[in-house]
């Protein structure tokens, strides 16, 4: 009897059990596959929503509103250029698509739009400001950029600049340094213009022209301003034009000779 009892015993003591450790480890390792598996579920849920609404067009776009102050668009211009690029519903209409519409109006500066909940879309639009006439039928932005409206509109009140193409962005930047120094002498400049030698000349609202030629324009500049300030300037109406193309003086021809 005792020799069976211990062999009992023995058969208890040699059966392995396993560590604590390795049964939570096992408890962890399950945990994940839940978790994977429930992103997963999850992923595929909001999946087959999307395409839902996708196919659905849920919550279509009722309403566009025009935002912003104009001169030159108008809302309704706007709003016309926008419609046909509205298209699907308040999660999937294009916004990009809409704002490329619209920006390609002439007088579009800028464009930005958001979605109202639950059926709007707001277009607020930057009308370009024009700082100058080009040429015969373009007009200069404050950017410096060049663009042709629909109806140009050639009673506005801009100085006029003429030059070789491509110069655009340099005679507007001339053509704010030199009006600041004309300033002083009570002048402004209604017409710039550069010849295809880079010749300038100056047209002012006295009703004469300033020739600076295309050498030591800025300096030409500021003695004409120092001379007319001092003496020229009680017969600015007498004066037909000034020739500042010397290197140590001026010409000055009359209206009557």
Do not use: C
Request: without cysteine; positive net charge; hydrophobic residues 40%.
């Amino acid at each position: 009897m005792a020799k069976r009892g211990q062999a009992v015993r023995s058969s208890v003591k040699n059966k392995k059990l396993k560590p604590w450790h390795e049964k939570l480890t096992g408890v962890i390792k399950l945990s994940s596959l839940v978790r994977g598996a429930v992103v997963v579920i999850t992923l595929a849920v909001l999946t087959g929503l999307y395409q839902k609404i996708d196919q659905l067009n849920v919550l279509p776009i009722e309403k566009v509103q025009i935002e912003g102050e104009f001169r030159y668009l108008s809302k309704q211009s706007l709003r016309t250029q926008a419609l046909p690029h509205v298209q699907g519903g308040f999660f999937t209409v294009d916004l990009v698509s809409v704002r490329n519409a619209v920006i390609e109006l002439p007088w579009v500066e800028d464009v930005s739009i958001r979605r109202y909940w639950p059926n709007e879309l707001r277009v607020r639009v930057i009308e370009k400001q024009a700082v100058a006439y080009w040429s015969d039928n373009q007009l200069l932005s404050s950017r410096a950029e060049l663009f042709t409206p629909e109806r140009l509109d050639k009673n506005m009140m801009l100085p006029r600049i003429n030059g070789p193409e491509g110069q655009h962005r340099n005679m507007l930047k001339e053509l704010a340094g030199m009006q600041s120094w004309l300033m002083d002498a009570g002048l402004s400049i209604v017409k710039l213009t550069q010849d295809s030698r880079r010749s300038w000349v100056i047209h002012l609202d006295s009703g004469f022209e300033l020739r600076l030629g295309r050498e030591n324009y800025h300096e030409r500049l500021q003695r004409f301003v120092s001379v007319f300030t001092q003496s020229l300037y009680k017969q600015h109406n007498k004066i037909k034009h000034v020739d500042m193309r010397y290197t140590n003086g001026m010409a000055v021809a009359w209206k009557e000779a």
